[in-house]
């Protein structure tokens, strides 16, 4: 049975699995429904990965790991400025030529990056990552 055509697109390719496998990585796996999303990654506090999700024509394993690694101190920063003036709890949104990240804290020590394609929807995807960071807050306590 070949895909089946639903308008001008075609049936979504199957879900993706988190690398991982782990309790956390099935709630991270749900922001790959977004259109043009690319990876996500959840770290802990040292920039380890906790676990991910990639699609493997955008990125390799390595890369979405260093996305992880490298963003931790971003939002560390951004969450401790926007706690020392009671802003609450700090989303970063970079936009870059080919890929755009939404990347926020989740609980105290780990932080959550979503890697989508430039021309995705960010509304979408940032509505999606909020969903997700909640879910594994909740998951933590």
């Known amino acids: 049975m070949g895909p089946r055509s ?25 922001l790959m429904d977004v259109p043009g999303a690319m990876g996500a990654v959840l770290v802990d506090e040292d920039g380890f990965a906790i676990d991910y999700v990639r699609d493997p024509a955008a990125l390799d394993d390595l890369d979405v790991q260093l996305l992880g690694a490298q963003i931790n101190q971003v939002v560390a920063s951004t969450q401790r400025s926007a706690a020392k003036h009671d802003m ?49 807050e909740h998951l933590l306590t």
């Open 6 to 30: 639903t308008g001008s697109f075609m049936r979504v390719a199957p879900r993706l699995a988190s690398a991982l496998g782990s309790e956390f990585g099935r709630v991270i796996e749900n």
């Open 88 to 136: 609450g709890t700090p989303v970063v949104l970079l936009e870059g030529d080919r890929a755009n990240l939404i990347a926020g804290p989740v609980g105290e020590i780990y932080v959550l990056a979503f890697m989508l394609h430039r021309e995705a929807n960010m509304a979408q995807g940032l509505d999606h990552f909020e969903a997700v960071r909640s879910t594994v």
